[in-house]
């Protein structure tokens, strides 16, 4: 099975600042690729899907890119409703595993 | 609104039997994949299992291949995850989640608020 990582496990940043999360597949998997934000005490929600395209009602600030491996979620400007964990999810074939997540808080 | 109310969480013992349920409502239920995807308390999120929208073709996860089963009854609305020979490593919240399309290779939409699922003797 595809082993999916993210990095780092967690980050600390002021508000305003650029902010990647990275997340790799141990094979290729096209742009099959989502990203979801779950913010404590919430359920998740979808952010990116394909890679790179922003679902309907996600703020600009946050994009996406990658193919193949190797896959970036950005946070151009951090604001403190963006303090939550940060999953990848590869959905090309079963299993649809998920990365294990990237904490963000405000510095 | 699309909306997915997971019910039949509970407290059950190893080795014992539950079924999840998941009520939908706003949107066309027959034309969209589903999925079960669960959380155990502290953890991150883990996919469980996927049913297509009208063929109805499933995939699970390897930890519960063989003991669960997923079903869906387009009539009623509803997904179903059936849970046999469960462990304590099934503690989780379950939820219940809508993909974009009818393929299970698909990413998710939209999700439940999840049901608590807790095996212990």
């Known amino acids: 099975d595809i082993q999916m990582t993210q990095s780092p496990s967690s980050l600390s940043a002021s508000v305003g600042d650029r902010v990647t999360i990275t997340c790799r597949a141990s094979q290729g998997i096209s742009n099959y690729l989502a990203w979801y934000q779950q913010r404590p005490g919430k359920v998740p929600k979808l952010l990116i899907y394909a890679a790179s395209t922003l679902q309907s009602g996600v703020p600009s600030r946050f994009s996406g890119s990658g193919s193949g491996t190797d896959f970036t979620l950005t946070i151009s400007s951090l604001q403190p409703e963006d303090v939550a964990t940060y999953y990848c999810q590869k959905y090309n074939s079963a299993p649809f595993t998920f990365g294990p997540g990237t904490k963000v808080d405000i510095k | ?121």
Do not use: H
């Open chain 2, 1 to 121: 609104e699309v909306q997915l109310l997971e019910s039949g969480g509970a407290l059950v013992q190893p080795g014992g039997s539950l079924r999840l349920s998941c009520a939908a409502s706003g949107f066309t239920f027959s034309n969209y994949a589903l999925s079960w995807v669960r959380q155990a308390p502290g953890k991150g999120l883990e996919w469980v299992s996927a049913i297509s929208g009208s063929v109805g073709s499933t995939d699970y996860a390897d930890s519960v291949k063989g003991r669960f089963t997923i079903s869906r009854d387009n009539s009623k609305s509803t997904l179903y995850l059936q849970m046999d020979s469960l462990s304590a490593e099934d503690t989780a919240l379950y939820y219940c989640a809508k993909m974009r399309s009818d393929r299970i290779a698909a990413a998710v939409n939209y999700w439940g608020q999840g049901t608590l699922v807790t095996v212990s003797s």
